[in-house]
């Protein structure tokens, strides 16, 4: 690697101004799980933004503020993280990668990094997050799902990401990924959350990631489910729309065609499990 100098940022705005002066030659680095892999060749300077004071994690009134460099693990042994939806957020957390890597995996690089495999975009999708930046001019946010319409490639070479927020819900959220092994990368995930009002279904969130393309919203899905019984029959039908509207095509790791078969089967299991908790919660 071409790189020349390691500076240790005090905080957003250094890491911001020597990211800056460096022209597109340097690059942040978080927990460097990501950038350990590879950085490109023009990257002489590399930031650490861990000496930034952007860790930490707060809860108010059920929603979450977590700072970009809080590390998965760290986040998964806070209490505020364990108290928020039933402990979705540690659960999803448990899937990444390995425990030493998720020590020093941090929320902002997974949401930076952005892996159309991860899990992380497809729970941050379906649980409405949004995160906020710094650039030269001034603090901007967006939620995940729109900042992965914009080139945010682009945006991260002249910005800091500074936080992710998670938002209250009343209901409940599942996930669901399958991989050859505990440790390893998704050959599909998907995250689906429920809200039950009267015994029907008031809000419903479904995202597949893996597929192999980025986590993506299931429209169809969503409207099918809002104004209906929770029950077995409607977790089958949604799982065949889903299977219907996802685009899914083939990689390294699976075949679009198995991808397909196993679509709907992970979406019912994530709604069942999303249904029988927030019906647990109406009793
Ligand atoms: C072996 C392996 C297995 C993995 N398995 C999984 C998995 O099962 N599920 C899953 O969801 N993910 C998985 N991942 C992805 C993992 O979650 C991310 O690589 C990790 O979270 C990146 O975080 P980091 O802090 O190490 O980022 P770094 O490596 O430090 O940085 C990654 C990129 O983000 C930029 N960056 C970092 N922080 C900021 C910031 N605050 N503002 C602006 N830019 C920033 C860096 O410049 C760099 O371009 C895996 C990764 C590896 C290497």
């Known amino acids: 690697m071409g790189i020349k100098r390691y ?9 911001l101004s020597l990211l800056l002066a460096y022209e597109g030659r340097g690059a942040l680095l978080a927990g460097g799980v990501d950038l350990a892999r590879g950085v490109a060749s023009e990257v002489e300077g590399l930031i650490d933004i861990t000496t930034a004071g952007l860790d930490g994690i707060s809860a108010a009134d059920g929603a979450l503020r977590i700072g970009a460099t809080t590390t998965l693990e760290g986040i998964r042994n806070s209490r505020e993280a364990r108290g928020y939806l039933e402990g979705f957020l540690v659960e999803v957390l ?11 995996a941090t929320l902002g690089g997974a949401v930076v990094s952005a892996h159309p495999w991860a899990d992380i975009p497809t729970a941050l999708i379906a649980l409405g997050a949004e995160v906020a930046w710094r650039n030269e001019e001034r603090e901007e946010r967006a939620s995940v799902e729109e900042l992965y319409h914009r080139p945010f490639r682009a945006i991260f070479r002249r910005a800091v990401l500074t936080e992710v927020r998670l938002p209250a819900w009343s209901g409940a959220f599942a996930f669901e990924k399958v991989s050859r092994n505990a440790g390893d990368i998704a050959l599909i995930n998907c995250a689906c959350g429920l809200g039950v009002e ?3 279904i008031a809000w419903a969130r479904v995202a597949v990631g893996a597929t192999p393309y980025r986590a993506v919203r ?10 209906e019984a929770p029950t077995a029959e409607l977790w089958a039908e949604a799982g065949r729309a889903a299977q219907r509207e996802a685009r899914v095509s083939d990689d390294m ?14 979406v ?3 709604l069942e499990r999303a249904g029988n908790a927030v019906m647990g919660d109406e009793r």
């Open 7 to 15: 500076h240790y940022a005090r905080d957003v705005e250094e890491a």
């Open 218 to 227: 299931l429209a169809t899905v969503e409207e099918l489910l809002v104004g």
């Open 268 to 270: 019912r299991r994530a």
């Open 253 to 266: 790791r699976a075949s679009g065609e198995w991808r397909r078969a196993v679509i709907p089967v992970i």
């Open 94 to 104: 448990g899937h990444v990668a390995t425990l030493p890597l998720r020590w020093m």
């Open 198 to 200: 009267g015994g029907k």
